[in-house]
């Protein structure tokens, strides 16, 4: 079966973690807003949104076609393709684990998004930055400890060693925890050169996966979005830490 | 089986969704931190956290004990007692949409603390209230007419029918809705007396799920908890829209 996948096409956003797990199981898709051509193009995009013949229609970006199935949210187009792939345990508690763990890592990525949007997403940056410097330092100095931590413990804690969130492979929430490291770096790189040896559990996982070689081989295509201000993760260095002199 | 859940005694907030689902099913269960003794209360709720021998730690609470697995994340609990009791469609396309639906009335949620939060959830409501009266603005404006119109047009264009959001028979998230719609009078109640016209069939939706026995028995007894001002929904008049005259 050949996906098709709706996102924006100029940002990673919500859409890369759907990207990251259609890759590693080396699936076809199409990333249809980002294609020239009948059909495609965010034209085609809007059009899937506002199609008045599906009876499931999503809220928003990211949804993906799976044969007769539409299927939005994130995190629910990863349970899919996590069962479909070998990205996810076969077993009951094994997947309620691994989605619980991507549910929270889709929390943490909405508060990333409201350090520059905290009084609304229909506004520019620019027309909230004084709310936007008070969110960013609350969020540096506990939500990120908070829920860096909790990622790390879970690591230390896993059974099956601390190479995976999840069990003893490789799963959707690793990919997805790796674009989120990648991200925090982008966007905070202060803080995350202060913070890091806190998690060097979530660190070394976060190196090992651009040496999975199909993520490689993806990571080296166009197909791959760099980070940006127009996403989920901007580089804003009045939301950073300070640089600190050394440490 | 006789089910555990952990929540936050003094507030409907998230435990409230999982609530309504067990009521439903007339599942056994216990609300541990609302009950006194050996192994209960805030404490209890406290040391399952803390919980060192649980490899798979809740990152907060609500948590649902099931025999020996824990999971946590609202949306993911209701996944795993929908299929078990009956509350969504058996077969995978209905499963994930009933999910879908979920998880956007989640995001819905998150925005509706956002109104008395902007800034972040470690400070007080009064010291974040000309952010709040911003946020609240658009959140009035845009937001509840989107989620709210969203949901609408699901009902009507479900194929089995307008009384329920996924095919022919309540689910978990014609509960959740209820529970939503109710929180939204509440906390919003001249918004709400202003936009009720729009949203008749979502309406008509919320007020039947009162007139369901479970339901109702539920509602007259000690276990309902009601709105307060240190839960998600929250009545400050300052956010609601203005009253007006007359329609």
Redesign the interface.
């Known amino acids: 079966m050949r996906y098709q996948l709706y996102y924006w096409p100029s940002i990673p956003g919500r859409g890369e973690f759907v990207r990251l797990a259609l890759e590693q199981a080396g699936a076809e898709y199409v990333d249809v807003a980002r294609e020239k051509g009948k059909g495609m193009g965010v034209a085609a995009l809007m059009r899937g949104m506002a199609d008045?013949r599906?009876?499931?229609?999503?809220?928003a970006p990211p949804y993906l076609k799976a044969g007769?199935?539409v299927?939005?949210?994130t995190?629910?187009i990863l349970?899919?393709l996590g069962a479909r792939h070998g990205l996810a345990p076969r077993d009951?508690?094994g997947r309620?684990?691994t989605?619980?763990l991507q549910?929270?890592l889709a929390?943490f990525i909405?508060e990333v998004h409201?350090t520059h949007h905290?009084?609304?997403g229909?506004?520019y940056y620019e027309d909230?930055k004084p709310?936007a410097r008070?969110?960013a330092a609350?969020?540096r100095k506990?939500?990120v400890p908070k829920?860096l931590g909790?990622f790390e413990?879970?690591l230390k804690?896993?059974?099956r060693g601390t190479r995976h969130l999840v069990g003893a492979h490789l799963s959707y929430v690793d990919l997805s925890m790796f674009q989120v490291m990648t991200g925090m770096h982008y966007a905070f790189p202060h803080l995350m050169a202060q913070l890091r040896r806190r998690y060097p559990l979530l660190i070394a996982l976060s190196n090992r996966i651009p040496a999975q070689p199909r993520i490689a081989a993806y990571l080296a295509s166009p197909r791959r979005l760099a980070f940006n201000n127009e996403g989920i993760f901007r580089h804003y260095p009045e939301l950073d830490a300070r640089k600190t002199a050394r440490r």
Chains 1, 2 share one sequence.
């Open positions: 008045a599906n009876p499931h229609p999503p809220f007769k199935l299927i939005a949210q995190a629910n349970l899919y009951e508690a309620l684990w989605h619980q549910l929270t929390d909405n409201d905290p009084v609304g229909s506004l909230q709310e008070r969110y609350q969020f506990e939500r829920f909790y413990r879970v804690r896993n059974p």
